[in-house]
Nanobody, 118 residues
Framework: VQLVESGGGLVQAGGSLKLSCAAS????????MGWYRQARGKQREWVAD????????NYAGAVKGRFTIARDNAKNTMYLQMNSLKPDDTAVYYC????????????WGQGTQVTVSS
């Protein structure tokens, strides 16, 4: 499985960005998926995840109410809509595939940089 993120960039505080994660292979629709991020000098942290059909989602407290995770299984693509961005959201964002929901990530993308200026 290959995961490729896109959509990162530079945005002012209060702005929005939408990240995409395109997956290759036939396992996407059968896989729970998620987003993680890693700020410079910090550990990678979980941001959000979504079940195979998209009916269940979970968010880290720091992004709840501002970020929305979604997926389109017909397009083998997952999304992260990020609104009301803050400088603390600055990080490299990674998409991840889980072999089962609630388990550890089994595959990672290469990451996309999100920078929020104050």
């Amino acid at each position: 499985v290959q995961l490729v993120e896109s959509g990162g960039g530079l945005v002012q505080a209060g702005g929005s960005l939408k990240l995409s994660c395109a997956a290759s292979g036939s396992t996407f629709s059968a896989s729970a998926m998620g987003w993680y991020r890693q700020a410079r000098g910090k550990q990678r942290e979980w941001v959000a995840d979504i079940t195979t059909g998209g009916s269940r989602t979970n968010y880290a407290g720091a992004v709840k109410g501002r970020f929305t995770i979604a997926r389109d299984n017909a397009k083998n693509t997952m999304y992260l809509q990020m609104n009301s961005l803050k400088p603390d959201d600055t990080a490299v964002y990674y998409c991840a595939r889980f072999r089962y929901y609630g388990g550890p990530p089994s595959d990672w993308g290469q990451g996309t940089q999100v920078t929020v200026s104050s």
